[in-house]
């Protein structure tokens, strides 16, 4: 359960946009899986001729919930809240569905390829954060327990309210 936490904050990095909701799968191994959801904080999202723009995001760590309080106290505690206390988007751009993300996660800042589906004035967007990335370390940030651990790559998914500009 503990590995799951730290899915949770790749989630983070793809927030977006005036308002919007975050989803992160968290896959575990040997099996099973889990989510964390929170709300999508501040920031801009605009679609122009075909491209997209997005900065200024974040998601706030202690918002992430995955139904267990318990785990969810172990997701923040990975995390590292009480010094990175949210998972920001600084500025993501793309065109015909495909883009790039500048994301921070516990300071580290990482570019995070993504895709996006325009559906009118909202888009639903995924990517894969690997965590090596982001420098967790599966001993060092205790990313298993009794067995179960948390795989490299997770899932973040989610809906941005997007302006449409012309």
């Given at each position: ?13 793809t ?5 919007g ?17 929170a ?11 075909g491209?997209?723009?997005a ?7 202690k918002?992430?919930?995955t ?18 206390p949210?998972?920001?988007v ?16 516990r ?11 325009m559906k ?17 370390d599966?001993?060092k940030?205790?990313l298993?327990?009794m067995?179960i651990g ?17």
């Amino acid at each position: 359960m503990k590995k799951l936490n730290l899915l949770v904050v790749g989630l983070c990095f793809t927030s977006s946009v005036f308002a919007g909701d975050v989803k992160v799968h968290i896959p575990l191994s040997p099996a099973g899986s889990f989510d964390a959801k929170a709300k999508i904080h501040n920031g801009v999202a605009m679609e122009k001729k075909g491209k997209f723009f997005a900065k200024d995001m974040y998601v706030v760590a202690k918002e992430l919930k995955t139904g267990i309080d318990l785990r969810d106290e172990h997701l923040w505690d990975r995390l590292k809240t009480k010094k990175y206390p949210k998972i920001k988007v600084l500025k993501a751009t793309g065109k015909g569905g495909r883009g790039i993300a500048s994301v921070d996660i516990r300071g580290v800042k990482q570019k995070v390829p993504f895709t996006y589906k325009m559906k009118g004035k909202k888009a639903d967007f995924k990517m894969k954060v690997d965590l090596n990335k982001f420098k967790f370390d599966n001993d060092k940030d205790r990313l298993s327990y009794m067995g179960i651990g948390v795989k490299n790559e997770l899932e973040i998914s989610g809906e941005l309210d997007v302006k449409k500009k012309k």
